[in-house]
């Protein structure tokens, strides 16, 4: 029996991460968002969706699976681990052929170039990014990665685990689905029952909390559109086995349906 596919992640780096729902690149990517108490503005060399994510997810999973060689780059501490990329690739369920493996360098490339600024509401300001440095062979069958280590140990200790295999299997029309289950994933809350804790999908969550969480904010979707595709998200969720939730309109809010069979999930 093969190892499930797990990983972890937390739910205000899923909210911070510029990672938005499309096919399409553009050059000099820039948004600013407000989570909380902080201000954060992220720019990057180009446009990330969520195949980048996935790799940013799977990256996270070696660490957890190998662990990490400590060192130092300018001053700065780093996580170091090297990703055998056909590995990687068979597990996301890809060919290993020569463009394949371009593709997912490319994509630690644009993880690399992400920068990202912090402010509080006192103003003091936290400059940091993710990947500090890459080193790659010339067939690409290794790609050695020191990333920030204060990130990598803050989402490996923090983090809620992930199921990678069902995110693995969502379509390129699915970008909302990847998003969304990542996030509730991500916010599962502890139960207890007889002692014994589970981890359960939440019972409710509001819709301006979807919005952000499925970079909706970033469009100009009219609300009733935004609506509805957060409908159409939810239910290919519950095709996947996602307990599914239905809108509350007295409250803006979406709402499990099966919340009354106490079911844990």
């Known amino acids: 029996m093969s190892a499930i596919l797990e990983t972890k992640m937390d739910h205000n780096t899923l909210h911070f991460l510029p990672f938005l729902p499309t096919r399409k690149r553009e050059k000099g990517f820039y948004v600013k968002r407000e ?24 990256t996270v999973k070696e660490y957890l699976k190998t662990g990490y060689k400590a060192g130092e780059i300018n001053g700065k501490e780093i996580a170091g681990i090297t990703i055998n990329v056909k590995k ?31 402010t509080n509401k006192q103003g003091a300001k936290n400059y940091t990014t993710y990947i500090y440095e890459i080193e790659v062979d010339k067939d690409i069958t290794e790609i050695k990665i020191a990333a920030n280590k204060r990130f990598i140990d803050f989402v490996t200790t923090k983090g809620i ?11 390129d029309k699915e970008q909302y689905a990847i998003l969304l289950d990542l996030y509730l994933q991500g916010t ?24 952000k969480a499925l970079k909706l904010d970033l469009t100009n979707m009219p609300a009733f559109k935004i609506r509805q595709v957060i409908k159409n998200t939810f239910k290919i969720l519950n095709e996947k086995g996602i307990p599914l939730y239905t809108y509350n309109k007295i409250e803006d809010a979406w709402e499990r349906t099966d919340i009354n069979k106490h079911k844990i999930k």
């Open 35 to 58: 989570w909380g108490n902080l201000e954060l503005e992220i720019t990057a060399r180009e446009t990330l969706n969520t195949y980048d994510l996935v790799t940013l997810l799977f």
């Open 88 to 118: 990687l690739l068979k597990e996301r369920g890809l060919l290993t052929k020569k463009a394949n493996r371009l593709t997912l360098l490319n994509s630690f490339l644009r993880l690399k170039t992400i920068d990202l600024v912090f």
């Open 161 to 171: 685990l992930v199921n990678l295999e069902r995110i693995i299997k969502y379509t």
């Open 188 to 211: 599962k809350r502890k139960k207890e029952i007889k002692s014994r804790q589970f981890l359960q999908y939440r019972e409710k969550y509001y819709t301006q909390e979807i919005v």
